[in-house]
């Protein structure tokens, strides 16, 4: 089936440093890639969906310039966390989808948790 | 507004028990495909079951069922003879083909299986 994988599960950084995430589709194009942070026993909330070849649409609240995607091929997306915080720290998901699967084709990555120190 | 309600934030069932996890949604759009996730702590998100908005029949998947009444917008999840292994958190989410897409995201039942 469809895999997802992304890179690093886990990274602690220093505070001011910046961190990339990659999320990658192994066997399948991803035309879509949508970017989730998840709070401890909270939900998913969605920052961003981006679509390849096209800037990223960022949700209400989400800073831009903070939280920087890069969607340029259909096989890789990038999230980097610019400038990190210690509120920056959090687990980050992203699922791409598969339109040639339909409504069924959403495949997650298995996450990165962030500790900002 | 689109939205997704999970009411019970945490139950506990006895291990081989059924259990039922509510989720009710609303939208006005009349096509609509409804989720549920399950996520150990380990952070993967694990696809269970899915329910179309014009799906007759109810959808099962091995132990899961849903339980969709579309009537009350409620797509509430089954799982018979529960196992120490369901112990995880379950999100139930709704995909509209009118927004990219995306999917919109209940607060999650963390369901615990007591030997």
């Known amino acids: 089936g469809a895999v997802v994988s992304q890179h690093p599960s886990w990274v602690i950084c220093k505070s001011g440093t910046s961190v990339k995430i990659e999320c990658r589709s192994l066997?399948?194009?991803?035309?879509?890639m949508f970017w989730y942070r998840q709070f401890p026993k909270q939900s998913l909330m969605l920052m961003a969906t981006s679509n390849e070849g096209s800037k990223a649409t960022y949700e209400q609240g989400v800073e831009k310039d903070k939280f920087l995607i890069n969607h340029a091929s259909l096989t890789l997306s990038t999230l980097t966390v610019t400038s990190a915080h210690p509120e920056d720290s959090s687990f980050y998901i992203c699922?791409?989808?598969?339109?040639?699967?339909?409504?069924?084709?959403?495949?997650f990555g298995s996450g990165t948790r962030l500790t900002v120190v | 507004a689109q939205k997704i309600t999970q009411t019970q934030p945490g139950m506990f069932v006895q291990e081989k028990e059924a259990v039922t996890l509510d989720c009710t949604y609303d939208?006005?759009?009349?096509?609509?495909?409804l989720f549920w996730y399950k996520q150990p702590s380990s952070g993967e998100m694990i696809f269970l079951i899915y329910?179309?908005?014009?799906d007759q029949q109810n959808a099962t998947e091995g132990r899961y069922s849903l339980n969709f009444q579309k009537a009350r917008k409620s797509a509430n999840l089954v799982i018979s003879a529960s196992q120490l292994g369901d112990s995880a958190m379950y999100f139930c989410?709704?995909?509209?083909?009118?927004?990219?897409?995306?999917?919109?995201w209940g607060a999650g039942t963390k369901l615990i299986i007591k030997p």
């Open positions: 329910q179309g908005s014009y």
């Open positions: 066997d399948f194009q991803a035309t879509t």
């Open positions: 989410a709704m995909s509209l083909m009118d927004s990219n897409y995306q999917l919109i």
């Open positions: 939208t006005s759009d009349p096509s609509y495909g």
């Open positions: 699922s791409a989808r598969d339109p040639g699967t339909g409504i069924l084709g959403y495949t």
